[in-house]
């Protein structure tokens, strides 16, 4: 079925509890950016990978974008991440909690599922309101979209150094092919294995 709501769009309120926005400070990086992501677009741009009459309701949409967020943000796991979001309001807050949540929220098996069913086109929509974000909060200059960068230090490359034992050999091919056209003898300068004389 459809992804649930996140607990934050229940206008229903509880008589004995505090809501998450009167516990935090609304000027936390954390508080800022829940406010500007525009998190209706990830329902719209994932609600087609769900079928609306089959199983039981998904997790909702805007808590599994959250923690991917927290996860990479913070480079953890996924079973750091939820368990760490049990402790931090400002992780609720951000995922759409409305009040502060004792029990994790799913089992961390979940994003591991949630990743694939989102696959590569799904990390499209994450990074660009990222950037929108980003921009919206004046973290991002205009100015810094128009030039990508590539840092390629970690690809593997097919580059021989001059240390490299293979590099001689070929040398040691060159030299012997130059020698053999002026009509040069070529002496083995290698010493005998049992110390007699270079022959």
């Given at each position: 079925?459809?992804?649930?709501?996140?607990?934050?769009?229940?206008?229903?309120?509880?008589?004995?509890?505090?809501?998450?926005?009167?516990?935090?400070?609304?000027?936390?990086?954390?508080?800022?950016?829940?406010?500007?992501?525009?998190?209706?677009?990830?329902?719209?741009?994932?609600?087609?990978?769900?079928?609306?009459?089959?199983?039981?309701?998904?997790?909702?949409?805007?808590?599994?974008?959250?923690?991917?967020?927290?996860?990479?943000?913070?480079?953890?796991?996924?079973?750091?991440?939820?368990?760490?979001?049990?402790?931090?309001?400002?992780?609720?807050?951000?995922?759409?909690?409305?009040?502060?949540?004792?029990?994790?929220?799913?089992?961390?098996?979940?994003?591991?599922?949630?990743?694939?069913?989102?696959?590569?086109?799904?990390?499209?929509?994450?990074?660009?309101?990222?950037?929108?974000?980003?921009?919206?909060?004046?973290?991002?200059?205009?100015?810094?979209?128009?030039?990508?960068?590539?840092?390629?230090t970690v690809q593997p490359?097919?580059?021989?150094?001059?240390?490299?034992?293979?590099?001689?050999?070929?040398?040691?091919?060159?030299?012997?092919?130059?020698?053999?056209?002026?009509?040069?003898?070529?002496?083995?300068?290698?010493?005998?294995?049992?110390?007699?004389?270079?022959?």
């Amino acid at each position: 079925m459809k992804p649930r709501k996140p607990s934050s769009q229940d206008p229903q309120g509880h008589l004995y509890r505090v809501e998450l926005r009167q516990l935090i400070d609304l000027e936390h990086p954390l508080a800022k950016l829940a406010a500007v992501v525009d998190w209706k677009r990830f329902d719209e741009t994932f609600s087609p990978l769900y079928d609306p009459g089959n199983g039981r309701p998904a997790i909702a949409t805007r808590l599994m974008v959250g923690l991917h967020y927290l996860k990479h943000l913070y480079q953890l796991s996924d079973e750091d991440v939820v368990a760490q979001w049990v402790e931090n309001p400002y992780w609720q807050h951000l995922c759409g909690s409305k009040y502060f949540e004792h029990e994790p929220p799913i089992h961390p098996t979940s994003m591991t599922k949630w990743r694939g069913k989102i696959a590569a086109a799904g990390a499209e929509p994450l990074l660009a309101e990222t950037i929108a974000a980003g921009l919206q909060l004046k973290i991002v200059k205009p100015q810094s979209l128009q030039r990508v960068v590539v840092d390629t230090t970690v690809q593997p490359k097919a580059v021989a150094y001059p240390t490299d034992a293979k590099l001689y050999d070929d040398m040691r091919r060159r030299l012997v092919r130059m020698a053999q056209r002026e009509g040069l003898a070529c002496i083995s300068h290698t010493p005998s294995r049992f110390g007699g004389k270079a022959r």
